[in-house]
């Protein structure tokens, strides 16, 4: 797959390329990846790419011009290319949408800078807008990052492990069960017994149950917008049934100071 970025800043990009997974990608063959500057397509001595907004206001828009000639130059070296731009308007990216762009051929990631970019280049030239949160960043240089790591790590053949991609959180829509590794004890806390046991098929539950338990604490809305199993609603039951018995036992055995209170009138 093929990774094109347009930025004011290409030499952020640099490290990022050079290291961990991506720099494994690229050494692997499986993704090439460049930063276009688009300084490069400006005009002028002063290679100016933003200007006033028209209708006045603070802040400064990216200029069509030199946009529109970096996206034509990333196009002819991946025509095949979706055209993204990094923006807090786009749609919201999650893993759904990274497994969605991880089947294109190419992605071409406009950074804006500054208040935006021109909006007749929205209309002519991107494909889609993509916001990696409801936040504001200053410019979408970090966005892209997030975007082709989460891509990148889809790809058929980057990640170590076969499956590890479609194993860990969000592919399956659940958080991630913990993980462990030595020593076997670590300031008096134990290993859970099950991971020593050498026994697959117990690690396997244990994992799933672990899973979605840390989803029911942490991020229950998970769970509320996917289908359930049969197997995890089992284990959604016990575990409601073991904090319920907890509850009720704390519940029958504390004192509650406001009825206390009211008895005394
Ligand atoms: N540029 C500024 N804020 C952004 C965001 N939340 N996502 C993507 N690009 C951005």
């Not at 050079?18 to 276009?36: E, L």
């Not at 889609?128 to 970090?142: P, R």
């Amino acid at each position: 797959m093929d990774f094109r970025v347009l930025t004011i800043f290409p030499d952020l990009f640099v490290p990022f390329w050079n290291h961990g997974m991506i720099r494994r990608a690229i050494d692997q063959g499986r993704i090439t990846a460049a930063a276009i500057d688009i300084r490069d397509h400006a005009d002028g001595r002063h290679r100016v790419t933003d200007d006033r907004p028209y209708g006045g206001g603070s802040g400064m828009v990216m200029k069509p011009e030199p946009l529109s000639r970096a996206i034509s130059k990333a196009k002819e070296q991946v025509p095949e290319a979706v055209t993204v731009l990094l923006s807090p308007r786009g749609r919201v990216f999650d893993q759904q949408a990274a497994r969605e762009l991880a089947t294109v051929g190419g992605l071409i990631l406009v950074c804006g800078r500054y208040e935006g970019v021109d909006e007749r280049i929205c209309r002519t030239s991107i494909d889609l807008e993509v916001s990696v949160g409801d936040y504001v960043l200053t410019g979408g240089e970090i966005a892209a990052m997030i975007v082709i790591d989460a891509v990148v790590r889809l790809l058929p053949g980057v990640l170590g492990g076969a499956d590890s991609a479609q194993k860990d959180s969000f592919s399956e829509d659940l958080l991630e069960h913990g993980h462990y590794t030595r020593p076997a004890e670590y300031m008096g806390e134990a290993v859970p017994e099950v991971l020593l046991s050498g026994h697959h098929g117990e690690i396997e539950n244990w994992r799933r149950e672990m899973s979605l338990v840390q989803t029911v604490l942490k991020r229950p809305d998970l769970l509320e917008s996917r289908p359930l199993d049969r197997r995890a609603i089992q284990v959604l039951k016990k575990w409601g049934r073991t904090i319920e018995r907890i509850v009720d036992a704390q519940d029958r055995g504390c004192a509650d100071p406001s009825s206390g209170d009211e008895s005394k009138g």
